[in-house]
C-alpha cells in the first residue's frame, strides 16, 4: 500500500516563501540605488561647497588687496593735503 501526502499545503507555503523573497530582494535593490543616489549626491554637494569656498577665498584675497591698497590711498592722500597745506602757508 502506498501513502500519498497532501502537499498542497506545503507548495503554497512554498510559493508564499518564493514571493516573500523575491519582494524582499526587489525593496534590497531598491534600497542600494538609493544609497548609492544618496552618496553620489552627497559628494556633489561636497564638490559644490568646496567650488564655493575657492570662491569666497578668492574673493577674501580680492577684498584683503583692495583694502590695503585703500589703505595706501588714504595715507598718500593725507600726505598730499599735509604738503599741499605747508607750503600755501
Request: charged share 20%.
Given at each position: 500500500?502506498?501513502?500519498?501526502?497532501?502537499?498542497t499545503?506545503?507548495?503554497a507555503?512554498?510559493?508564499?516563501?518564493?514571493?516573500?523573497?523575491?519582494?524582499?530582494?526587489?525593496k534590497?535593490?531598491q534600497?542600494?540605488?538609493?544609497?548609492?543616489?544618496?552618496i553620489?549626491?552627497?559628494?556633489?554637494?561636497?564638490?559644490?561647497a568646496?567650488?564655493?569656498l575657492?570662491?569666497?577665498?578668492?574673493?577674501?584675497?580680492?577684498?584683503?588687496?583692495?583694502?590695503?591698497?585703500?589703505?595706501?590711498?588714504?595715507?598718500?592722500?593725507?600726505?598730499?593735503?599735509?604738503?599741499?597745506?605747508s607750503?600755501?602757508?
Amino acid at each position: 500500500m502506498l501513502a500519498l501526502l497532501d502537499t498542497t499545503d506545503l507548495r503554497a507555503n512554498l510559493d508564499a516563501a518564493v514571493k516573500t523573497a523575491q519582494s524582499d530582494a526587489a525593496k534590497t535593490t531598491q534600497t542600494v540605488y538609493d544609497g548609492q543616489l544618496s552618496i553620489v549626491q552627497g559628494n556633489e554637494g561636497v564638490l559644490s561647497a568646496q567650488a564655493s569656498l575657492r570662491t569666497a577665498e578668492q574673493t577674501l584675497r580680492n577684498d584683503r588687496a583692495n583694502l590695503v591698497r585703500d589703505q595706501q590711498l588714504i595715507v598718500q592722500g593725507r600726505r598730499w593735503r599735509s604738503r599741499s597745506y605747508s607750503s600755501s602757508c
